[in-house]
């Protein structure tokens, strides 16, 4: 950030969002760990859309950071478990079985370059996630012509 850019955000978009990291934290294909109020939370950058979920495999609660994203997919490093981020569901289980089991996601809002992530937790289904656009500083416009700065499914 240069000493032109806007100041970032630094109140929290509506209540119950917490400041998770800086879009520059997390590039396209990553994830990284957080903490809010004790809870290990992750954050993961698909394709330019950032999601959030509890940092913690259904299978024996393993660290999913520390896994592999591919895709959509979150792959547990411990005995390849793969839960879907745009689904909240477990797609592989083994032995299998346990496929269709939601995982808890957390919507996530981007203002300026940081990204919040709400305090309660999705409803069982599809996540809530915010597409991570990266702004050009001028006018709130950005650089991708399908979105824009703060958008965020709502
Ligand atoms: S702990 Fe994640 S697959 Fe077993």
Sequence with gaps: ?????????????????????QTSDLPIGSMKRFMVEGH???????NGTVYAFEDRCLHWGV????GSLEGNVVRCRAHSWKHDLTKGEVV????PGDEGTHFT????????????VSTEPNPVG???AAIFA??????????????CQTNSKE
């Design 40 to 46: 290990g939370l992750a954050l993961a950058n698909i």
């Design 126 to 128: 599809p996540a809530d």
């Design 92 to 95: 592989v289980s083994v032995p």
């Design 105 to 116: 996601t957390f919507a996530t809002k981007i203002l300026d370059d940081t990204i919040w």
């Design 63 to 66: 660290r999913l950071s520390d």
């Design 134 to 147: 990266v702004s050009d500083g001028a006018n709130g416009t950005c650089c991708q012509p399908d979105c």
């Design 1 to 21: 950030m240069n000493s032109h850019s806007e100041p970032a955000q630094t109140e929290a978009p509506q209540k119950n969002f917490v400041k998770a990291a």
